[in-house]
């Protein structure tokens, strides 16, 4: 079970007011909304929930304190991890490390001057003829679900940069449209996040090929949001501030290294196996153990929980 530890809210005074404007959270009403929320869960008792105020609180500031919304998120949260399989079917740090090595991501220490995380990807880095391109997709949304335990992230939301360099034909097949969609659909429909902008730099001629990929996926709030800089980094600083990128991208970091974030996931091992203990119970947890299922000799064997009609 998820720990029972006491919310205690985080947030300044400034940005608990941002969360007031700009998603509905009021301090005073906040528990109503959880209760809500954990009330909805009696609707669907083939989930596991897990019903802690901090993880629940993610999907809520989300969806502007909509607790229905909310719920419909949060229901697609699970369903995704049941579905998406070669992006969840070991979604622990220490199976990404070999990812992890190749210097792909890079979070900012600090954040912007609106309170936004800073990601940045460089999926060029991968080599798509010896690595799964899949490994690097499901590293870079596990390093989104950890900033999203981050309140003040919560609130303020995140920028994502992708640096193209390297990246070739290759990439793109080995991504391919149906990759693309489940991608897209996580980072706009299921993540817990507040996705405020997309900037694109060093894109190769292949880049126009690998966005088509996402672009029938994408909403319009989404295309919005995204920017493309080639190699004009000044551009790219009147969104993002110089003193938070690496050298290579005009940045005051002296160089690109991931070594941080690296010891933040991995230090985070135990909550991402706790977490994946919820959703949809696996086969054999449904059926009441192991033993339980077809013998070859005899037929079915072991006994069946009972089941709700």
């Known amino acids: 079970m998820a720990s029972k530890k006491q919310y205690v809210c985080t947030l300044d005074e400034k940005t608990l007011d941002k969360a007031k404007r700009e998603l509905n959270e009021d301090p005073a009403t906040r528990q109503v909304h959880l209760d809500k929320l954990r009330e909805m869960f009696n609707s669907r008792p083939d989930i596991k929930f897990r019903s802690d105020d901090a993880f629940l609180l993610r999907f809520l500031r989300c969806k502007k304190f909509n607790a229905e919304r909310a719920f419909k998120t949060l229901v697609r949260y699970y369903e995704t991890r049941r579905d998406y399989k070669e992006i969840y079917g070991n979604f622990v740090p220490s199976h990404m490390n070999h990812i992890l090595e190749m210097n792909v991501h890079y979070l900012a ?6 309170g936004r995380r800073v990601f940045l990807f460089r999926p060029g ?6 690595t799964n391109l899949v490994t690097a997709i499901a590293t870079s949304i596990m390093v989104l679900e950890k900033i999203s335990e981050e309140e003040e992230t919560q609130v303020n939301g995140v920028v994502a940069i992708g640096d193209f360099t390297g990246a ?12 693309a ?15 405020k902008a997309i900037h694109y730099v060093n894109q190769p001629a292949i880049f126009d090929a690998m966005f088509a990929l996402f672009k029938p996926f994408l909403g319009e709030k989404i295309k919005k949001r995204i920017h493309f800089h080639g190699e004009e980094f000044g551009n790219l600083h ?4 110089s003193n938070l990128l690496p050298a290579e991208y005009g940045g005051a970091i002296p160089e690109f290294s991931n070594k941080e974030l690296t010891e933040y996931l991995l230090a985070s091992e135990e909550d991402f196996i706790e977490n994946n203990k919820y959703g949809f119970p696996k086969s054999k ?8 299922g077809a013998d070859p000799a005899t037929g079915l064997k072991g006994t069946f929980k009972k089941l709700e009609i």
């Open 168 to 179: 070739t034909m290759g990439h793109a097949t080995a991504l391919g449209p149906a990759t």
């Open 285 to 292: 947890d449904a059926l009441g153990g192991e033993s339980i």
């Open 125 to 130: 880095c991968v080599d798509p003829q010896k």
């Open 109 to 114: 220490s600090g954040r912007d001057n609106e």
């Open 181 to 195: 969609k489940k991608l897209t659909d996580l980072i706009q429909n299921v993540l817990p996040l507040r996705l």
């Open 238 to 241: 009147s969104h993002v501030p």
